[in-house]
Every structure is written in structure tokens, then in C-alpha cells.
């Protein structure tokens, strides 16, 4: 069993239900400290195609499996998962510089992506519609064949699992891409937890590879014609040249991308729980997920009451090395984001933001930063952080908050702390997002429900029978019993 020190043992790619080695390979970080942590397989096009093929070949058996065997399988796999979410668990904290809570948080959702993959077997698959001529003519959900399927480093467990779980419990076979910054626990540790299960062979594949590689085994990945659809989460960037690769190929996907959220407090919020919501959205895994709260918009009249409060609340959070578990607040995933959450921060300084707290950067890790007076023309207004970074801008009207709100690409998530529910529903129906919650953070989601975005945060909804309908096809079938007549002439 690993511990958030210990390296597991990285078999290979999982290929047709075999580990296969590589000889090239390449070092997969602890972003904590900088050790590496584990050398993981690095493939190309070629091992892709390989993968690609292996789940052509199995998705005839797979889908037209019972559809109660794919279920059992389903509750297999969350059965054997939780058996090893320890596991998981460091992993999430060492490859993914997780704190433990969040990894515990995770660890206990995957099984439950299973299990409502498990129950979507047992939904209506179609519906008989009327016909002219009497036909029986109904319309049935098919599966598409093989799915890829890209998921990110911020939450490889949950982000992973509901990236797959729908899909191949539909009749789908899939090919996984993990992030190249947490291949084990985004992809190879999956591969552990469902050769345990008995998956068929070929029916879930995983291909690791290193940034370097990521242009090819993607390309790869996207423009093999026996892939029918992409599930993609990951950055708006990234999103937009997949679904247009995609769109070239009239190929299926589903892409859930970046966001840049607001959590609107009104004038008659409970300060308790509008801090709370407020603290745990935007620094919640060091602020490194997608509908994280990144501007906090409060009603003018409890402004400073609201201030006081979140700074104090904020500033309790501890930031370290996340093998100590009493540090919440771990390391940013790499280099990159360091630099750019730094120069988001020394942007807004220098055109007149003031730091309310934090602002501190040692290393890869960010101190909680709440920063007030910012003005749309600053970065950090504008652009995703995906850091431990909230600011805190105070509006006159709804509709004030509601434009401040909507003022961005983006349009994932949202939250509206109020003691009034009709007032927040009537301000829910003009934001622009694709979820929002009254009297919550942002930072949402549950196995079943459809989540996704607008604008640039993406297309198509994950989730439930969301997911079905994204992985799968309508068809036609009709039975004719002599009903429909012909022209003599023919």
C-alpha cells in the first residue's frame, strides 16, 4: 500500500488488457518538493495507434453485452476502488500535490461516478414514436465505438472517472490520456483498479505520454478514424483546438473547459456562510479547479463586514508540503502556473489592486491571496487564474453584479448567497453560466447531474444520461407490416 511518500510500481501502458513496456520514459514530479516521484512509459503515435486498435477490437463483444453485465462491472470497479482509495489518496498528494482532505474527498466520489454509471445500464435507451403508416418506428441510443478520453491534473480522480465511467458503461470502449502531470493517478492507477475488476480485455485502455509527446499522441488520438468521439476537460486553450480538430473530422465531443467565476453576495446574506463559501471556493485545492470562485462580488452596504470576515477566515489556512496533513493550502502544479499566477498578482499590484492578504510566492506554493480595487483592466479580472487568488469588488444593484459577472469569456459556474431564493433564481436565469447555486460555492458537482458550460467553457455535458446522450447515437428502426403502400407505377 503506498503512503504519501512511497512510488507505486508502474507496469507499463495498459494495451488489450496487457501492461506493455517502453524504453523511453520520463520523470513524473512531486510538486511539494521537486523529487521524482515515479518514471512513467512515454508514448508516441505509433503505441496510440496501438491502443486505438486494441479497443476497436473489443468494442463488438462489449456492447452487445447484457446490459446488466456492463452494470455489474460498473459496481465492481467502485467495489475495488474503495479497497484502494488509501492508495489514491497519496498518490493525489504526492503526484498531485493534493492536501489530504481533498484527496479523501475524491476518493470517496469516484465510487459513487461507478455506481451511477451502474444505474444509467437500467435507463430507457429510446421511445416509440407514432408513425403514418402504422410501422412500429422507434428511436434507439447506440454506442458510438471508441472513445478518447483527456483528462487534467487537478482532480484526476473525479475528472478522470466521469470522463469514462458513462460512456464505457453505455457500450463504448475507451482509450485514456491522463495528464502528463498526474499519469499514475489520472491513468495508470484506473488501469490497476479495473484489470482488478475483470474488465474485458481492450475494452479500457491507458496511454501515457510526456509534454514533450502530448501534440503527437493527441493528434493521434483526435484523427484516427476508428475514434468516434473526444471527452477533453482541461484549458480553453487546449479545448478549442480539439473541437476544431474534431469538427474537421465530424467527430463527436465533449469539452469542459476553463471558467472564471463569480460568487455574488447580497445585501442579506448570512456573513457565516457567504465567507464560508467564499474561502473553500477559491482556495479549495489551491484554487486549481475549473469553477473555482475567482471574483467575489459583494453588495456595497456589507462590503467591509464581508472583507473582515474572509480575510480572517482565510488567513487560518495553512500552506506547506501537503505530507503534512494539517496543511491545506499544497504546491501549484508546476512552473508555468507559478509564473503565471505571479504575474496575475504583480499585474493587478501594479495598476493600484491592494493586497488584503497574502500575495507570497515561495517556490510552487502560493499563499491564500485575496486582493480588493480591481478594475477591469487588469488580468485578473479578465483571465482565469487557476491559483489561490479571489478578488473582492463591491456592487450597487442585481443588475450591476449581474453584468460584472458576465464580464468574460468564460460562463462555467456560479454561486448566490441570499436569504431570498426568488430573487436569486430571477438573477440565476441572466448569468451566463451553465450552473449555478443559491446560497453555495461555486465548486459543485455530483455524479448525475449535467455539467458543463457556455461561451468559452466549453460544449456538451458531462454527467448521467447527459454523458449517454453525448456517447452514443441516435438511430431509426422501423418494422413495416404492410402498411405503407408503394406507387403502382413502381
Same mark, same amino acid.
Given at each position: 500500500m503506498l503512503d504519501a511518500s512511497s512510488a507505486p510500481t508502474v507496469r507499463g501502458l495498459f494495451i488489450g488488457g496487457r501492461w506493455q513496456t517502453t524504453q523511453a520514459r520520463f520523470?513524473?514530479?512531486?510538486?511539494?518538493?521537486?523529487?521524482?516521484?515515479?518514471?512513467?512509459?512515454?508514448?508516441?503515435?505509433?503505441?496510440?495507434d496501438q491502443v486505438v486498435a486494441a479497443a476497436q477490437a473489443a468494442f463488438a463483444d462489449w456492447s452487445a453485452r447484457p446490459f446488466q453485465e456492463r452494470a455489474h462491472l460498473m459496481l465492481k470497479i467502485a467495489e475495488v476502488w474503495e479497497k484502494r482509495a488509501p492508495d489514491y489518496v497519496a498518490a493525489a498528494q504526492s503526484e498531485g500535490g493534493g492536501w489530504f482532505g481533498k484527496g479523501m474527498f475524491e476518493a470517496g466520489y469516484v465510487p459513487e461516478v461507478f455506481r451511477a454509471a451502474a444505474g444509467l445500464c437500467y435507463h430507457p435507451i429510446g421511445e416509440v414514436m407514432p408513425s403514418e403508416h402504422g410501422k412500429v418506428s422507434q428511436a434507439v441510443r447506440v454506442p458510438m465505438g471508441v472513445i478518447g478520453v483527456i483528462s487534467p491534473w487537478n482532480m484526476p480522480g473525479i475528472l478522470t472517472s466521469r470522463g469514462f465511467a458513462f460512456p464505457l458503461a453505455a457500450g463504448n470502449t475507451i482509450v485514456l490520456k491522463p495528464s502528463e502531470d498526474t499519469p499514475y493517478a489520472g491513468g495508470l492507477f484506473f488501469a490497476e483498479v479495473l484489470e482488478e475488476a475483470g474488465m474485458p480485455d481492450g475494452v479500457f485502455n491507458v496511454v501515457t505520454c510526456s509534454r514533450d509527446n502530448v501534440a503527437d499522441v493527441g493528434d493521434a488520438l483526435i484523427?484516427?478514424?476508428?475514434?468516434?468521439?473526444?471527452?477533453?476537460?482541461?484549458?480553453?486553450?487546449?479545448?478549442?483546438?480539439?473541437?476544431?480538430?474534431?469538427?474537421?473530422?465530424?467527430?463527436?465531443?465533449?469539452? $469542459?473547459?476553463? +471558467?472564471?467565476?463569480?460568487?455574488? !453576495?447580497?445585501?442579506?446574506? &448570512?456573513? #457565516?456562510?457567504? %465567507?464560508?463559501?467564499?474561502?473553500?471556493?477559491?482556495?479549495?485545492?489551491?484554487?486549481?479547479?475549473?469553477?473555482?470562485?475567482?471574483?467575489?462580488?459583494?453588495?456595497?452596504?456589507?462590503?467591509?463586514?464581508?472583507?473582515?470576515?474572509?480575510?480572517?477566515?482565510?488567513?487560518?489556512?495553512?500552506?506547506?508540503?501537503?505530507?503534512?496533513?494539517s496543511n491545506v493550502n499544497g504546491p501549484l502544479i508546476n512552473d508555468r502556473q507559478v509564473a503565471r499566477v505571479r504575474a496575475q498578482i504583480e499585474d493587478a499590484v501594479a495598476r493600484g489592486a491592494q493586497?488584503?492578504?497574502?500575495?507570497?510566492?515561495?517556490?510552487?506554493?502560493?499563499?491564500?491571496?485575496?486582493?480588493?480595487?480591481?478594475?477591469?483592466?487588469?488580468?485578473?479580472?479578465?483571465? $482565469?487564474?487557476? +491559483?489561490?487568488?479571489?478578488?473582492? !469588488?463591491?456592487?450597487?444593484? &442585481?443588475? #450591476?453584479?449581474? %453584468?460584472?459577472?458576465?464580464?468574460?469569456?468564460?460562463?462555467?459556474?456560479?454561486?448566490?448567497?441570499?436569504?431570498?431564493?426568488?430573487?436569486?433564481?430571477?438573477?440565476s436565469q441572466q448569468l451566463e453560466t451553465g450552473m449555478c447555486h443559491v446560497n453555495c460555492s461555486s465548486v459543485n458537482d455530483e455524479p448525475h447531474v449535467p455539467f458543463g458550460g457556455t461561451k468559452a467553457s466549453g460544449l456538451g455535458r458531462h454527467g448521467g444520461k447527459w454523458s449517454l446522450e453525448t456517447f452514443s447515437e441516435t438511430r431509426w428502426i422501423t418494422l413495416d407490416r404492410g402498411g405503407r403502400p408503394f406507387p403502382p407505377v413502381f
Open positions: 520523470d513524473d514530479f512531486n510538486p511539494s518538493d521537486g523529487s521524482v516521484w515515479a518514471q512513467i512509459p512515454d508514448a508516441g503515435a505509433a503505441e496510440t484523427d484516427n478514424p476508428l475514434v468516434k468521439g473526444i471527452s477533453f476537460t482541461g484549458s480553453t486553450p487546449v479545448g478549442r483546438r480539439i473541437a476544431a480538430k474534431c469538427g474537421a473530422h465530424l467527430k463527436k465531443c465533449c469539452v $469542459e473547459l476553463g +471558467g472564471k467565476d463569480s460568487l455574488i !453576495v447580497l445585501d442579506d446574506a &448570512d456573513m #457565516e456562510r457567504a %465567507t464560508s463559501a467564499a474561502s473553500f471556493g477559491a482556495f479549495m485545492h489551491q484554487g486549481q479547479i475549473c469553477m473555482s470562485v475567482e471574483k467575489v462580488l459583494v453588495h456595497e452596504s456589507v462590503y467591509a463586514e464581508f472583507l473582515q470576515q474572509f480575510v480572517s477566515r482565510a488567513s487560518r489556512i495553512r500552506t506547506g508540503n501537503v505530507a503534512d496533513k493586497v488584503a492578504l497574502g500575495g507570497g510566492v515561495n517556490g510552487r506554493f502560493v499563499e491564500p491571496t485575496i486582493l480588493t480595487h480591481v478594475t477591469p483592466d487588469m488580468d485578473v479580472w479578465r483571465d $482565469e487564474t487557476f +491559483g489561490p487568488v479571489a478578488v473582492v !469588488v463591491p456592487f450597487r444593484t &442585481d443588475a #450591476e453584479a449581474i %453584468t460584472m459577472s458576465n464580464d468574460t469569456e468564460y460562463g462555467l459556474s456560479s454561486g448566490i448567497i441570499t436569504a431570498d431564493e426568488q430573487r436569486a433564481l430571477a438573477m
